[in-house]
């Protein structure tokens, strides 16, 4: 799992700099949006809501913009856009396979932005189901490390149904199935151990090796995707070394 835990740690790293560009909020308040159309606008009964809620506060979006969202979502306030989810399949540079998701009220200008992306950076789209047999659907929680080490963490969560806790420097990173996700979460809780975010994301089975060129032009893919408001998430199939990573953000 190194190469995801590697890339976990830099999507971390990016998302605080996505912070910064305000790009990110806008993602963030879109999720909570949708979680509260889809299961009302009550956390407590609603735990894709009540994580979307946690992730956009950590991520410091103001409160106001995070109550008007679940208000637009559940429909006791006007706005609310009909966000679908699409996910486009694709390779990168080097072979690396892309799960591409996008929550976006226009099919055809998400389509578009994606295949732009694609095509100036390398890319190309692939047939839906060719790509993603290579990943398997778990729930992510991201646990900041504080004092904590890995089997503090792992106590916690062993009996929830996690699966593996991986250490990525600054956080740990704890898998389990995507249906243990708020099982995994609560137990977190129970233990008063706090947590960045908890997300059922695509995590890869097999990884493809990458050197600094490679890492570059993939990035680069990566940042062109997600710098589309319709690109909710980008999951991909690489692995890179410290030394590699290094390299790049030197």
């Known amino acids: 799992m190194s190469g995801h835990s590697k890339w976990a740690t830099t999507k971390h790293k990016k998302a605080v700099i996505d912070a910064k560009r305000g790009k990110l909020f806008a993602k963030l308040i879109k999720n ?3 979680a509260a159309r889809m299961g009302g606008a009550d956390p407590d009964g609603n735990p894709t809501l ?3 809620i946690q992730k956009a506060k950590k991520s410091s979006v103001p409160n106001k913009n995070i109550d008007s969202a679940v208000k637009r979502g559940a429909g006791l306030e006007a706005g609310g856009a009909d966000y679908e989810t699409i996910m486009y399949e694709g390779y990168g540079p080097n072979g690396v396979a892309l799960l591409i998701e996008c929550l976006t009220d226009n099919r055809n200008r998400a389509a578009s932005d994606v295949r732009v992306a694609m095509t100036r950076n390398g890319g190309s789209m692939a047939d ?5 047999y290579l ?3 778990k729930g992510v929680v991201i646990v900041p490390r504080g004092g904590l080490t890995e089997d503090d963490v792992l106590a916690a969560v062993l009996e929830a149904g996690a699966e593996e806790v991986n250490d990525l420097g600054d956080t740990f990173e704890v898998l389990s199935e995507a249906t243990d996700l708020v099982a995994v979460r609560t137990a977190l809780q129970e233990a008063g151990i706090d947590y960045d975010s908890a997300d059922a994301n695509f995590v890869p089975t097999m990884q493809v090796q990458l ?3 490679g ?3 993939i990035f680069k893919l990566i940042d062109a995707l997600e710098d589309s408001d319709d690109v909710q998430n980008v999951f991909a199939n ?5 030394e590699v990573m290094a390299a790049v953000d030197a």
Do not use: L, Q, T, W
Not at 128 to 132: A, K, N
Not at 238 to 242: E, K, P, R
């Open 211 to 213: 050197d600094e060129e």
């Open 32 to 34: 909570i949006e949708v």
């Open 238 to 242: 690489f692995d890179v070394s410290d």
């Open 215 to 217: 890492a570059r032009k």
């Open 128 to 132: 839906p189901g060719s790509v993603s």
């Open 50 to 52: 009540y994580d979307a």
């Open 135 to 137: 990943f398997n659907r």
